[in-house]
């Protein structure tokens, strides 16, 4: 017999779900559906109520036993049993009465049911109620079912979902039969890789923790994603996410999963496409009126998912696509729905971590066993921070008093309220979460009371900038539910951020759900600082892995006199064009690295005036994704060329120069960010937590840029490089104990010194 596990949520939304896609606005949202709700509720319960009750049952049907589960929100077990399924809404209670919400009802009696089962019941009462997020009202619709009734809903449910669980079943006996065969795809592991996949395979197996430095050009791709296939074949988890920072990273991933492939590996790949670039109609508008593969998406999309499942095992974009179009269906929401049904995902980090994105069908499945491999993870810091913060603009609300109708009186006062609580601030710039309670509260009831208009006035002039603004303030209102001490509020002349400080809290609570965790970077230092600051427990194992190449193929030269801090810059820019012309007068292509744009440019101007190396190029502000690719084409093995990039940008990381693409790197400055109140805030934070406040907010975040961007030159084994350091600071600790062990430094003062240190290099 062959086991298929879903939850009761699950299983509902597959089977029962039919109608349209409307991303304009729709009464169900889920997003609406708060954890805050569920406990106002609960905590109205009379004293015979059991609380979030875990169920679960099995039944076999042919060949196959189906493990069903799921949590009831409240079971009441008086003199008679009811189980109630908890909804919030913004809609109006009196239209709920008059409606039959099928898939709510379906989930209810699901839960009934395995109920009724465990206990014997002949009948069970089943209940739907609905809170009033604006109002707080509460409406209750019961109704009585025999056992009987539930049982037969139950199996017919099954019965649907049978077809299609004959196909996952006998699709993991042939992954994992191809999986036992798998060998390494190359015929032997460089330095470096057999520790890595090692220690990867050790984390999933005891289900813990790692953060693994790992240096660059190793192949911390492969080196993951290998070990991560096995542990899958061996049944000790369902589901990878291999989660990355930029399209860079996707492609790494990429790549080394289909080599497996090649090597006859059968399995399910999904490499997730942004909305904006996987849509099929003319423009992003996803509702029914606007789009033909929205309408009626839900009543066609479980064929296209058998459809894709039967024919290929790599779902790439150009195969949803393809198949999108074949059966009519949104490409976006299909492919979150292939994501159930695929075997390793490649996706951002929003999907994982971020609150208002996140893939709940995973992280509220405990039934579900995953791994998540996070690339490049010191960008999840910043990226983290990022996601946890959120800033509501007067201007916005100023603008969506006046698109609503007068008729829309609710909203209108709210946000007339919320304005005139925004003014009644004083003119101080951090404050408490207290400071601007009020402000909040109306801000969270503008958000509720939107509804009708939303739902009723789709055809209004400026509907789409007044949906905009609606998702701003609700990002806002979402953040607000995990506010503590670790965020700070900040007022501008036309705003309110909040702004989140330490994400350790919430990302702990997160990694709890995944069965291990593979964090890893070239750049983990101080190693710790990042487990700390990204979730990491008191199990958590940390490892480092020396660098494999060797170390007579990479000079490293350090400028001991220069001043780069921000009030010596101006004065500095000609020594520092002299250093960077004696590193670079051999041929070959370098890239100059510095703080900031407008530094960068100052050194630019001044040194193209006396090059002359005609092909210098620079990073813009705003560059394209073609635009990138044609700067990058200026590096070729014969060209000789002069780059002036930026620290932390784009081209900074994440790209392969390999051989004499890349002959050296220049370093301006030790990569601090700038200083700002924001910066300070973060500073002060982590002084009081953990009294390394400059070192938090400013040192390991600078220093962590320079490695990365230095990270450039060796990218395999074979590959011979230079590096140039150009600040005093680069000499003294703590930066210079965060510098690469295995780099072979040589100081100087002088730049007519570098032609010395370079002469047995060249």
């Given at each position: 017999?062959?086991?298929?596990?879903?939850?009761?949520?699950?299983?509902?939304e597959?089977?029962?779900?039919s109608?349209?896609i409307d991303?304009?606005?729709?009464?169900?949202?889920?997003?609406?559906?708060?954890?805050r709700a569920h406990?106002?509720?609960?905590?109205?319960?009379?004293?015979n109520?059991?609380t979030?009750?875990?169920?679960?049952?099995?039944?076999?049907?042919?060949?196959?036993?189906f493990?069903?589960?799921?949590?009831?929100?409240g079971?009441?077990?008086?003199n008679?049993?009811?189980v109630?399924?908890?909804?919030?809404?913004?809609r109006?209670?009196?239209?709920?009465?008059k409606?039959?919400?099928?898939?709510?009802w379906?989930q209810?009696?699901c839960?009934a049911?395995?109920?009724?089962?465990?206990?014997?019941?002949?009948?069970i009462?089943v209940?739907l109620?609905?809170?009033?997020?604006?109002?707080?009202?509460?409406?209750n619709?019961?109704?009585?079912f025999?056992f009987y009734?539930l049982?037969?809903f139950?199996?017919?449910?099954?019965?649907?979902?049978?077809?299609f669980?004959?196909?996952?079943?006998?699709?993991?006996?042939?992954?994992?039969?191809?999986i036992?065969?798998?060998?390494f795809?190359?015929?032997?592991?460089?330095?470096?890789?057999r520790?890595?996949?090692?220690?990867?395979?050790?984390?999933?197996?005891?289900?813990?923790?790692?953060?693994?430095?790992?240096?660059?050009?190793?192949?911390k791709?492969?080196s993951?994603?290998?070990?991560?296939?096995?542990?899958?074949?061996e049944d000790?988890i369902?589901?990878?996410?291999?989660?990355?920072?930029?399209?860079?990273?996707?492609?790494a991933?990429k790549?080394a999963?289909?080599?497996?492939?090649n090597?006859?590996l059968?399995l399910k790949?999904?490499?997730?496409?942004?909305?904006?670039?996987?849509?099929l109609?003319d423009?992003?508008?996803?509702?029914?009126k606007?789009?033909?593969y929205?309408?009626?998406?839900?009543d066609?999309?479980?064929?296209?998912?058998?459809?894709?499942?039967d024919?290929?095992?790599?779902?790439?974009?150009?195969?949803i696509e393809?198949f999108?179009k074949?059966?009519?269906?949104?490409?976006f929401?299909?492919?979150l729905?292939l994501?159930?049904?695929s075997?390793f995902?490649?996706c951002?980090?929003?999907?994982?971590?971020?609150?208002?994105v996140?893939?709940?069908?995973?992280?509220?499945?405990?039934m579900?066993?995953?791994t998540?491999?996070i690339d490049?993870?010191?960008?999840l810091?910043?990226r983290?921070r990022?996601m946890?913060s959120?800033?509501?603009?007067?201007?916005?609300?100023e603008?969506?008093?006046?698109?609503?109708?007068?008729?829309?009186?609710?909203a209108?006062?709210?946000?007339?309220?919320?304005?005139?609580?925004?003014?009644?601030?004083?003119n101080?710039?951090?404050?408490s979460?207290?400071?601007f309670?009020?402000?909040?509260?109306?801000?969270?009831?503008?958000v509720?009371s939107?509804?009708d208009?939303l739902?009723?006035?789709?055809?209004?002039?400026d509907y789409?900038?007044?949906?905009?603004?609606?998702?701003?303030?609700?990002?806002y209102?979402?953040?607000?539910?995990?506010?503590?001490?670790d965020?700070v509020?900040?007022?501008?002349e036309?705003s309110?951020?909040?702004?989140s400080?330490d994400?350790?809290?919430?990302?702990?609570n997160?990694?709890?759900?995944?069965?291990?965790?593979?964090?890893?970077?070239a750049t983990l230092n101080?190693?710790?600082?990042y487990?700390?600051l990204?979730?990491?427990?008191?199990k958590?194992?940390?490892?480092?892995?020396k660098s494999?190449?060797?170390p007579?193929?990479?000079?490293?030269?350090?400028?001991?006199?220069?001043?780069t801090?921000?009030?010596?810059?101006?004065?500095?820019i000609?020594?520092?064009i002299?250093n960077?012309?004696?590193?670079?007068?051999?041929?070959?292509n370098?890239?100059?690295?510095f703080?900031?744009y407008?530094f960068?440019e100052?050194?630019?101007e001044?040194?193209?005036?006396i090059?002359e190396n005609?092909?210098?190029?620079?990073?813009?502000?705003?560059?394209t994704?073609?635009?990138r690719?044609?700067?990058?084409?200026?590096?070729?093995?014969?060209s000789?060329?002069?780059?002036?990039?930026?620290?932390?940008?784009?081209?900074?990381?994440?790209?392969?120069?390999?051989?004499?693409?890349?002959?050296?790197?220049?370093?301006?400055?030790?990569?601090?960010p700038?200083?700002?109140?924001?910066?300070?805030?973060?500073k002060?934070?982590?002084?009081?937590?953990?009294?390394?406040?400059?070192?938090?907010?400013?040192?390991y975040?600078?220093m962590i840029?320079v490695?990365q961007?230095?990270?450039r030159?060796?990218?395999t084994?074979?590959?011979?490089?230079?590096i140039?350091?150009?600040?005093?600071?680069?000499?003294?600790?703590?930066y210079?104990?965060?510098?690469?062990?295995?780099?072979?430094?040589?100081d100087?003062?002088?730049?007519?010194e570098?032609k010395?240190?370079?002469?047995?290099?060249?």
């Amino acid at each position: 017999m062959k086991e298929v596990k879903i939850s009761v949520r699950n299983l509902i939304e597959f089977v029962k779900r039919s109608g349209d896609i409307d991303r304009r606005f729709f009464s169900n949202k889920r997003a609406v559906e708060g954890i805050r709700a569920h406990q106002r509720v609960q905590r109205e319960y009379s004293k015979n109520f059991l609380t979030e009750v875990f169920l679960r049952t099995q039944e076999e049907i042919e060949d196959i036993i189906f493990t069903v589960e799921g949590r009831a929100d409240g079971i009441e077990v008086a003199n008679e049993v009811t189980v109630d399924e908890i909804k919030s809404t913004t809609r109006n209670l009196e239209e709920l009465k008059k409606e039959e919400n099928l898939m709510h009802w379906a989930q209810a009696k699901c839960y009934a049911y395995i109920y009724a089962k465990d206990n014997d019941l002949n009948n069970i009462n089943v209940m739907l109620t609905y809170y009033q997020l604006e109002t707080e009202e509460i409406l209750n619709i019961k109704k009585t079912f025999t056992f009987y009734e539930l049982r037969d809903f139950f199996m017919e449910t099954l019965m649907e979902y049978l077809e299609f669980s004959r196909r996952i079943v006998e699709w993991k006996d042939i992954r994992n039969s191809s999986i036992k065969k798998l060998k390494f795809p190359f015929k032997t592991f460089r330095k470096g890789q057999r520790e890595l996949s090692v220690a990867v395979y050790n984390t999933i197996d005891s289900e813990n923790k790692l953060f693994v430095e790992a240096p660059t050009g190793i192949g911390k791709s492969i080196s993951t994603i290998f070990p991560t296939i096995k542990a899958m074949g061996e049944d000790k988890i369902d589901k990878a996410f291999y989660l990355v920072a930029r399209s860079t990273g996707k492609q790494a991933a990429k790549d080394a999963l289909e080599r497996l492939l090649n090597k006859n590996l059968k399995l399910k790949i999904t490499v997730v496409t942004a909305k904006d670039k996987i849509c099929l109609n003319d423009k992003v508008s996803c509702n029914p009126k606007d789009c033909m593969y929205a309408k009626g998406h839900f009543d066609r999309v479980n064929d296209a998912i058998i459809d894709i499942f039967d024919s290929c095992d790599n779902f790439t974009r150009e195969n949803i696509e393809k198949f999108a179009k074949l059966h009519i269906v949104c490409p976006f929401e299909y492919q979150l729905d292939l994501l159930d049904f695929s075997d390793f995902i490649v996706c951002d980090y929003n999907y994982i971590f971020d609150p208002t994105v996140y893939l709940k069908r995973f992280l509220e499945n405990s039934m579900i066993r995953f791994t998540l491999l996070i690339d490049e993870s010191h960008n999840l810091l910043d990226r983290g921070r990022e996601m946890y913060s959120a800033e509501v603009f007067i201007a916005d609300l100023e603008k969506l008093f006046e698109i609503l109708p007068k008729k829309r009186k609710a909203a209108r006062k709210h946000i007339r309220n919320a304005l005139d609580e925004f003014k009644k601030l004083d003119n101080r710039t951090f404050y408490s979460y207290d400071s601007f309670i009020y402000f909040n509260v109306e801000v969270e009831k503008t958000v509720f009371s939107m509804n009708d208009f939303l739902t009723k006035d789709k055809e209004a002039k400026d509907y789409e900038k007044a949906l905009d603004i609606y998702f701003s303030l609700f990002k806002y209102t979402k953040i607000l539910e995990y506010y503590n001490r670790d965020f700070v509020s900040i007022k501008s002349e036309d705003s309110i951020k909040i702004k989140s400080l330490d994400i350790a809290p919430i990302f702990a609570n997160i990694l709890k759900t995944p069965r291990s965790s593979v964090f890893f970077s070239a750049t983990l230092n101080p190693i710790k600082y990042y487990g700390k600051l990204l979730g990491a427990d008191e199990k958590t194992n940390y490892y480092k892995i020396k660098s494999p190449f060797d170390p007579n193929n990479l000079v490293v030269l350090r400028n001991n006199k220069i001043s780069t801090v921000y009030r010596d810059r101006e004065n500095s820019i000609e020594e520092i064009i002299e250093n960077l012309k004696n590193f670079s007068e051999d041929k070959g292509n370098y890239i100059f690295f510095f703080p900031s744009y407008s530094f960068m440019e100052k050194v630019y101007e001044s040194y193209i005036e006396i090059a002359e190396n005609e092909n210098i190029v620079k990073q813009d502000r705003e560059m394209t994704e073609f635009e990138r690719e044609e700067f990058l084409n200026n590096f070729t093995f014969s060209s000789s060329t002069i780059a002036f990039a930026v620290m932390g940008g784009v081209f900074s990381e994440g790209i392969d120069l390999i051989g004499n693409r890349l002959r050296g790197v220049a370093i301006i400055t030790v990569g601090l960010p700038g200083l700002s109140y924001e910066r300070n805030i973060l500073k002060s934070h982590f002084q009081k937590k953990y009294n390394r406040g400059y070192e938090y907010a400013y040192i390991y975040p600078g220093m962590i840029k320079v490695v990365q961007a230095a990270g450039r030159v060796i990218r395999t084994e074979d590959d011979k490089g230079k590096i140039l350091l150009m600040d005093k600071r680069f000499s003294i600790e703590p930066y210079s104990l965060l510098l690469p062990s295995q780099w072979k430094i040589y100081d100087f003062n002088d730049p007519t010194e570098i032609k010395d240190i370079l002469k047995n290099f060249n």
